[in-house]
């Protein structure tokens, strides 16, 4: 499962194989998610991975100060990242990960870029199914807003004539959220064909509050997985399943 790119990077060094995977969603507001990545081991202790991912949307009616109804225009949003990412096993119990990302993002007539980096390792102590994970995400410097939706054409007025003058609005520079996970997962039960693993992740984000996460799954002869969890911190989310 190339999602571990997403979540923490030095899961990424658990794929042996060339593997595919692509996740489209279509959300709430005609808003889309597209995921799609590809790993390719480099050799029996180390894999590398591609991915691109986006999410935006098309066709929001254009409103000014002027025409708060609509102009008849339209405009649309979009982000992307494509990212490169390396991981491998320094030993037999420890994984590192690292991942490479160009952002962009545009707002109708305004975008910006920018370079930014995850980093991530994974302990798999060996007992009780036990693993550590730790992970920091969005490494990177500022990103600005240009384009030509910050062009105006200015008219100032005197006592003699009206003078147009053209002029560029500025905008402030801003980073994209620095985000810390530490996370540990084990086995509860373990019989048979039965298996039930417990799993707790504790996330800070640069710009809103500490969150907790307790999850839960049970499995069935590795066919069937039921799953369960509980987040604490967020305005929105509570129980969850799957």
Known sequence: DLTALYWNPAGLAKTKDVTADFHYTYW?????????????????????????????????????????????????????????????????????GITGKYLTSSLAGLSSDGIAFDIGTLYETGIQGINLGFSMHNLGSSQTYTGEDLNRTIKIYDYVRQTAIDAQYTTAAYSIPLIFRAAISGDIIEMDEHKVIGAIDFITYSDIPEQFHFGAEYSYDRMFQARVGYVVGHDQLGITGG
């Open 28 to 96: 709430f507001a005609e808003f889309n998610h597209s995921f799609a990545a590809i790993a390719l081991p480099v050799s029996e202790n180390f894999t590398s991975a591609l991915q691109v991912s986006s999410f935006g949307t098309s066709g929001i009616p254009l409103t000014t100060v002027m025409d708060n109804e609509g102009t008849g225009q339209t405009y649309s949003v979009n982000d992307v990242c494509i990212g490169l990412s390396f991981s491998g096993y320094l030993t037999e119990e420890f994984s590192f």
